[in-house]
Each structure stands twice: as structure tokens, then as C-alpha cells.
């Protein structure tokens, strides 16, 4: 009986990793941080290179917000915090 219970709660925690690993990083556009603010913030907190950076900083001035990562929550929180600190608005779906 007891190795069915272990079945079952490995399977729940499979599963909720498997949900958990597609979520986003999403950035918002604001009227108050510079383009070279938001650059410089998603080089150094999500390591995108210069290029991907200010293409997605371009997204976000224009649609209003962009995907700028994607993973795991726990891979995205502490990015997902770094924008914050930075002054910058960011939730993670």
C-alpha cells in the first residue's frame, strides 16, 4: 500500500514541475526608465546579450510589454526580482 502512495505523490510533484517550467518573464513599459536603463538591466539580470536586450526593450516601448524569459518560477524569481529592484515593472505568468 505504501509504495502506491509514493507513486502517487512522485507523479503530483512530476506534474507540478512539468507546469511549472512554462512560465514567462514578462517586462512592462513605463513613462519613467530610459531605454539604456532597461538595456543595461536585462544584460545584467537576465544575461541577454546587447542585441536581444534592446530588441526586447524596443518591444516593450512599443506593445507596451514583452516576454523577455522564459522557465522554471524558481529560475525566474530572483530575475523577476532584480527588475524590481531596478525599478522596473515584471511579473511572471
Known sequence: MSWQLEEE????????????EGRILVVFNDEVNTFDHVIDTLIK?????????EQCT???????KCKVKEGAYD????????????????VIN
Open 9 to 20: 505523490e512522485l507523479t503530483e510533484v512530476l506534474e507540478k514541475e512539468k507546469e511549472d
Open 45 to 53: 539580470v537576465c544575461k541577454h546579450e546587447r542585441e536581444q536586450a
Open 58 to 64: 524596443h518591444i516593450i516601448h512599443n506593445n507596451g
Open 75 to 90: 529560475f525566474l524569481k530572483p530575475m523577476k526580482e532584480g527588475i524590481l529592484d531596478a525599478g522596473i515593472s515584471a
